[in-house]
């Protein structure tokens, strides 16, 4: 039985715009097999758990969901490795535990005065942190470097712990979680227009991404069409911070190999970048700047106009970079064949975004709705930081072509349809600089939210990470890390 | 040809931006008073900024990165990220204060050495922000240390960050 057909199966349950089926346990359990279905998240609510596939073939999501009465479900991560983390998180988050997986906690790091908190009956607990354990290494001459949870720049706190001999690493764990705000309980049994400002801030550099998949969630769930003007706004706004992204990118990972002059440069014309953002949204990062219904401001002719010359820059500026980029020996030393992801944990993990891409997975959010052709999708192969490099290069080039195409014929018509109180379930993929943003929620009679959940691309990048890193340099571990660049808290939550 | 280069580089604009707007006096003098209450000692028209992420989204980061970029030259205010709490005379902390990160922070303060300023940058930093009341979060950085001065904002604009940062300079020299 193919694993579309042990969905299909089970009892469908109406989600919008791609349907949800209830399985027991024993069928989920066979969804643990590798198959053609790649795992996009994992979550819970009280009592149940939901897994999101993607058909590669047919580009269609498809959701599966299992209930967990005595708070057990068989664990998927035994043939998924992918699954491993969500798997932690469910059982800190939802008290549901996957039989057969990893036992470690993953964000609930003892600290928190309740067990469960989105469980059906969160049980109080006195704070006791428990020393985190990590995966034991033998063999002559290894040691231990641990780092952090803060690390030496302006960055996110997490802790990597790496097992090195000599100079080289044999393995690297993570553990992240420091971030947890517990957004998603602070987003429980409000109208959408009210949790979008959390939406908003689950990742700051993906605001307008994470923003976007909730408001179209939200929206599929009521079946509220926005017009066209908002749907246009939107997507400039969802290329622009691709772009903003992508060239803070090229320059960081740059400077981790001591060239520095792409950093600045990139930097220059990004800040021009989000000084026209703010002089057309009002907010150089364009937070708040859509919500579920529509926009938040329309985008005036000089609100354009501004964009234009920021984008103009870019696009004089970006050959300059590539031209620095590949006209120099050491710089290409560092990045050619550093940080390579084998093809086997490529198809294991199945990562989206970047990372995917650069490693020849043909996979972009944007297909299923059809904001990308399927012959426009950029592709990679090397899997190393160069790949990495390039494919964000190329993906820049190519939001300023479609931003030009979109800031011309931007329709007219009002900026927002009305979201209604109606109940519903409804799920959205959304493409941003790090992959594809997923968003799902259910809304009760009265259109307040009764579970809800938001699942960054890093999900599959972090463990990825972790693999890629074997066998190189520790010197070489920033610049491998900054070229996936994961979110800490898009993971976080 | 050297001539139309020369040229070029007399009439462009430099990259940079102009200085900040001076600080009001009153701010001024109010950070100079709690300085001196604080520590008799001077630090000169230098600081060393450690940023800590006590639970943030990002968006902070984001900003404060752009601060270091050629438009903003932040060193030129005297001011310089580092990598260590032991060297530095401020502790820029983001975000709200995550249960999971506060004992973090706490111990990078006691790394710090004396005098130190705390200063509480973005709205999460200031209060907690939209995350206050969350069994994760304790609140703002002020739930676990004294704070010297906030820049509030979602984030913060880095003119506005270099602003706060410039008052500090101005009160200590
Ligand atoms: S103040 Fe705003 S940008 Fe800064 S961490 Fe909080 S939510 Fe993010």
Known sequence: ?493 | MLWPRLVRNLVSRPLTDPAPPPVAPEIIAELRARLEEASQARLGRSLAIRHMDSGSCNGCELEINALQNVAHDLERFGLRFVASPRHADILLVTGPLSRNMAEALLRARAATPEPVWVVALGDCAVDGGIFKGSYAVLGGVDAALPVDLVIPGCPPSPTQILEGLVALIEANA
């Open chain 1, 1 to 493: 039985m193919s694993a579309r057909a042990i969905i299909e199966s089970g009892r469908p349950v109406g989600c919008v715009p791609w349907p949800r089926y209830l399985l027991d346990a024993s069928r989920w359990a066979q969804l643990a097999s590798p198959s053609d279905l790649a795992l996009l998240g994992l979550w819970g609510e009280a009592g149940m758990a939901h897994a999101a596939f993607l058909d590669e073939a047919r580009m269609q999501v498809l959701l599966a969901s299992v209930a967990a009465p005595e708070g057990h479900i068989p664990a998927l991560s035994q043939g998924r490795p992918g699954a491993a983390l969500f798997e932690r998180m469910l059982r800190d988050l939802y008290a549901i535990e996957a039989e057969g997986g990893d036992p470690r906690g993953w964000l609930d790091h003892g600290r928190w005065p309740v067990l469960g908190p989105l469980s059906a009956h969160p049980t109080r607990h006195a704070p006791d942190p428990t020393p985190m354990e990590f995966l034991p290494v033998a063999g002559e001459g290894v040691h231990v470097i641990p780092v952090g949870p803060i690390h030496a720049g302006v960055i996110e706190p997490g802790h990597f712990r790496f097992h090195v001999q000599g100079e080289i690493i044999v393995r690297l764990e993570l553990r992240l979680g420091y971030t947890h705000k517990g957004l998603l309980t602070l987003m429980q049994g409000k109208s959408p227009r009210a949790a979008a400002r959390f939406a908003a801030r689950l990742s700051g550099d993906s605001t307008v991404a994470h923003g976007l998949a909730f408001a179209r969630a939200a929206e599929a769930a009521q079946g509220v069409e926005i017009p066209p003007r908002a749907a246009a706004i939107r997507a400039a706004m969802l290329e622009l911070e691709r772009l903003h992204n992508h060239l803070n990118d090229l320059g960081f990972i740059a400077n981790d190999a001591a060239f520095a002059v792409i950093h600045a440069r990139a930097g220059l014309v990004r800040e021009e970048l989000l000084r026209a953002q703010f002089a057309a949204f009002g907010h150089r990062l364009m937070m708040d700047g859509l919500q579920p219904g529509g926009v938040a401001q329309d985008l005036t002719p000089e609100g354009v106009a501004a964009l234009r010359v920021a984008l103009a820059a870019i696009e004089a500026e970006l050959p300059v970079l590539l031209g620095y980029y590949e006209s120099h020996a050491s710089l290409q030393d560092r990045v050619l064949g550093t940080g390579t992801m084998s093809a086997d944990l490529v198809a294991a993990f199945a990562p989206g975004g970047v990372v995917g891409r650069a490693a020849g997975r043909a996979f972009d959010a944007r297909l299923l709705t059809g904001e990308l052709a399927p012959e426009a999708l950029i592709l990679q192969s090397g899997a190393d930081v160069d790949a990495r490099w390039r494919q964000r290069y190329a993906e820049a080039l190519q939001s300023i072509a479609f931003l030009a195409a979109l800031l011309a014929r931007l329709p007219e018509g009002p900026l927002t349809t009305p979201m209604t109180q109606r109940g519903g379930e409804g799920i959205a993929l959304v493409e941003g600089f790090r992959g594809e943003c997923l968003a799902w929620m259910r809304l009760d009679d009265g259109g307040l939210i009764e579970a809800c959940f938001l699942r960054d691309p890093s999900w599959l990048h972090w463990p990825l990470l972790e693999a890629a890193v074997i066998g190189n340099i520790v010197a070489d571990f920033p610049l491998i890390n900054k070229s996936i660049n994961g979110s800490y808290s898009g993971v976080d939550l």
